[in-house]
Each structure stands twice: as C-alpha cells, then as structure tokens.
C-alpha cells in the first residue's frame, strides 16, 4: 500500500471509498464493539504565509497524529489539479502560462478534478487517526464533513444534500448540492497517509470541502475550462451547474456573508464530535 492513498483514485490502488453501513460513533448497534471517540477538533489557526496557499491543509497531517484538528481558510486565486494532471504532456509549459496570467497551478495530493481557488471560496479541512482499513472510514468522514457544512448554512436558509452534479468542475458523490435546479456548492476530497513509526493500519485521514460562498461561477468555470483546453482534454464543465452561495440570498443579506457563514461553520465544527478512530466490528451471527 503506498503512503499516501486517495480515495477519489482507483479501486485498483484500493483508493476509493464506496464503503456503506459506518455506524455513528456514538450509537454502537447491538452485538458490536465500540471504539472509544477522540477528542473534540482543535482549530488549528493558519500563518499569514500558509492562508495564502490552496494546499495549506496539508499541514495537518503530521498534527492530526496527536489529535483530531480542523482548518478553515481561503486561499488565493489559482487552480488546484491531482497528480493526474501533472503527469499530463505540455503540463509544466501550461503551469507556466497560467502563472504568468495570474492563475497559478498547484498540485494536491487527494484525487478528484480541476478545482478553482480565490476570494470567496471558503476551505474547511478535518484531519483524525484512524484504526483499519482507509475505505472502512471514508464514507463516514465524507458524512460528517458534509453534515457540519450544511448544518451552517441552515443557518441561512439553505437547505443542501450530497450528490453528484454531471457538468460541474471536480465532480463527485459527495457534492453538497442544492435543488430547484440541481447546482452544486462545494466539492469534497479526501487523502490519507500512514502514520510514521506506527502500525500498519494506523492512517491520518484528512477531508476537505471547497464551498463556493461568493464568487462568479462563470469566471471560475470558464478558467477551469482553459486549462482542460491548454491540456488538450476534451473535458468540460458548464457555469449553470454550480451556484455561489450569496446569490441563495435576498440581496439585503448578502454584504458581510462570507464572514457569517465563517462563523457558523465553526460553531457546527465545534459542536460535532470526531468520528470514532476504529470502525465498529460485528459480531458475526450464530451458525
């Protein structure tokens, strides 16, 4: 198994995470064992260096093996791409190309697609040991990242669900989505690593939103557009598709949005319990 596995990458690295059936942690179903749940997320405060960068995330890992940690942050304007696209031919020319148009490209470690970064869009990272098998938690740290987001944006109104949303840039099943027509929100992706000097089965599993809170779904998609386009893919992403969160509102609520929603994300971050650290075994039934 390498060290670091994406769960958005194929089955045939054991990368993606289907899994169903994740119990709560705090509910433990007749005849299983339960494993004890960490403590709470530490929000873990960004260095003006680091709140820059579309990666900054990333520095959790090494934390989250002393304890569950959160993040939350905007970065810069760029575009973030898998390794996928690094291997891609003429990659490094068109890196430079967009660099030099103030779009610069950085390239993540979790799977997924072409994600646009910038002033109104809000990250939202967890990051927690887990016992076992990657695709054992995966679902259930989806869930809970999704469960905190939408539990926030009640707060506004807003009601929102996973799904996936054909035409949108980075696609998944774990989109927030809202209806009436079907646009999506933000987008998740998760990355996982053993722990150094650890047991094998011992991993960090970090999971990240992008929440499109005030921004212009066409400027964002027509640059992710651009660089499907400069890598010769014939991939492409439709504006109509995705929603910035703001226009969900009378205009009258919109100014100061971004720094409301900031604060109810860390309310619901707070009040949500890291996942447990070992999925629950069953027992098996009587033959």
């Known amino acids: 198994m390498p060290d670091t596995i994406s769960p958005k990458e194929t089955r045939a690295k054991a990368t993606r995470a289907k899994t169903t059936g994740i119990a709560a942690p705090t509910r433990p179903l007749p005849g299983t064992a339960h494993a004890p749940v ?11 260096d680091a709140a820059r960068g579309p990666l900054a995330d990333e520095a959790l890992l090494p934390l989250a093996a002393r304890g569950p940690v959160a993040c939350l942050w905007q970065a810069g304007q760029a575009l973030v791409v898998p390794r996928t696209y690094a291997a891609r031919p003429r990659f490094t020319e068109v890196q430079a190309d967009f660099a030099a148009r103030g779009w610069p490209i950085h390239v993540r470690q979790s ?7 910038g002033p109104g869009i809000l990250n939202l990272s967890l990051a927690q040991e887990f016992i076992g098998r990657p695709l054992d938690h995966a679902e259930a740290l989806y869930r809970q990242l999704c469960d905190i987001i939408r539990t926030a944006l009640r707060a506004f109104g807003i009601e929102s669900d996973t799904r996936p949303v054909a035409g949108s840039f980075c696609d ?3 989109n927030l989505a809202v209806s009436a027509p079907t646009r999506k929100i933000a987008g998740t992706a998760q990355l996982w690593r053993r722990i150094p000097g650890h047991p094998p089965d011992h991993h960090v599993g970090l999971v990240h939103a992008v929440i499109l809170v005030q921004c212009d779904p066409q400027v964002l998609t027509t ?9 010769d893919s014939p991939r492409r992403y439709e504006a109509a598709r995705i929603a910035s969160l703001d226009r969900l509102l009378p205009p009258a609520c919109r100014a100061g949005f971004v720094a409301a929603l900031q604060r109810h994300l860390k309310q619901a971050l707070l009040a949500s319990p890291p996942l447990a650290a070992q999925a629950l075994a069953r027992s098996r039934p009587h033959e």
């Open 38 to 48: 960490p403590p709470g997320f530490r929000l873990i405060p960004l260095t003006s």
């Open 223 to 231: 640059r992710a557009n651009a660089l499907e386009i400069a890598l």
């Open 111 to 117: 799977g997924g697609g072409v994600v646009p970064q």
């Open 172 to 174: 998944g099943r774990y």
